[in-house]
């Protein structure tokens, strides 16, 4: 292998890396808020890409049914949820962000179709489409049972995982897709070519990245999702809604798995089940952040997407198996480190 070689590899890492990082900072933030272990965040990776390259082609995509069947859930769900406590006004908004907000989604999008709208509109679109589905989600399967244990929690997320990976072949079918990207230009350095969508990845998840900080830190919202995160119980007694802060950690979640699925369909085929093992590495490098710390999971993921891209150089046939190995030695030093401790109530 020459330097030439070997850069271009760590160019590909690092552009795998960025998506990897993003999906990671999505895992712990849900984690550490709702202690929802969320297995289905690579399927909203594929959804968003497929979604996307659906409008492209000119099509409505089955997302928008999936989108409409789970608003009318999630607003039965809830009406169950606080039937004791409703009122007119409250039943209201729920059917204004359950009912109306898919239907209008779903209007738009069969208005806009027809005219075969640009990248920038298809992205926006289908971040529109994919997004709410995690809210809904968690209004169905995991505010239920908001209070039950982690391994629970962990069952639940692994039955949506599943379904959500049917209905994909349902609505996608068995065939890959890719789509434009936001450019086709390419730029030498050296010896070096880079494509401009891959600088267009990193890019945008370093501008998200450095988003998500100013937001945690900066803004009341952001700062009741890190008390939330450090104590539930705490976050309860001080009067944040662990409820809603849950909510709001699966719509950040959904918007930057649809953007990821958004950012690379133009980079390689997407599937309705490709989703799972692009998670499933965001997973990995979450897992060496402790599921706690946002830094070092995203300098995991980076690591991940490193160490994918040499390992598919020398031994191709292999580079999944090389990738998740590397997590044993990391699940060994936590294990002999930390003590196990009881579920927050």
Not at 9 to 35: E, K, M
Request: one cysteine or more.
């Amino acid at each position: 292998m020459d330097f030439s070689i070997a850069l271009i590899l760590v160019q590909d890492g690092i552009v795998n890396g960025a998506i990897y990082a993003l999906l990671a900072l999505s895992l712990v933030l849900v984690f550490t808020v709702t202690r929802v272990v969320f297995i289905p965040q690579g399927e909203f990776v594929a959804y968003g890409a497929l979604t996307y390259a659906g409008l492209q082609a000119g099509q409505v995509p089955g997302s928008v049914g999936l989108l409409c069947v789970l608003g009318a859930a999630a607003f039965l769900a809830s009406l169950w949820a606080e039937r004791h406590q409703l009122g007119a006004g409250r039943v209201a908004r729920l059917a204004a962000g359950t009912l109306l907000l898919p239907a209008a989604i779903a209007g738009l999008a069969w208005l806009v179709v027809p005219h075969h709208p640009g990248v920038v509109v298809s992205a926006l679109l289908a971040l529109l489409i994919v997004t709410p589905v995690a809210p809904y989600l968690y209004r169905v399967a995991f505010r239920p049972i908001a209070h039950a244990s982690v391994l629970v929690l962990l069952i639940v997320a692994v039955g949506v995982h599943l379904a959500l990976t049917g209905l994909g072949l349902v609505f996608f079918g068995p065939e890959g897709s890719r789509a434009d990207g936001f450019t086709d230009a390419i730029f030498d350095f050296g010896t070096v070519s880079v494509a401009g969508q891959s600088l267009w990845v990193v890019g945008l998840a370093a501008a998200l990245m450095a988003g998500l900080s100013l937001f945690f830190g900066r803004t009341l919202t952001g700062k009741a999702l890190r008390a939330t995160a450090v104590n539930r119980v705490g976050a309860r007694l001080v009067g944040i809604g662990i409820e809603r802060s849950g909510e709001i950690a699966f719509i950040l979640a959904g918007a930057v798995g649809a953007l990821s699925g958004v950012l690379i369909v133009s980079l390689t085929t997407i599937y309705y089940d490709t989703g799972f093992l692009i998670g499933l590495k965001g997973f990995t490098a979450a897992i060496v952040g402790g599921l706690a710390s946002y830094p070092v999971a995203a300098l995991a993921a980076i690591g991940v997407g490193v160490l994918e891209s040499f390992a598919s150089f020398w031994a191709s046939a292999f580079k999944e198996v090389i990738v998740f190995t590397a997590i044993i030695p990391v699940l060994l030093w936590f294990s002999l480190r930390h003590h196990g401790v009881e579920d927050e109530e």
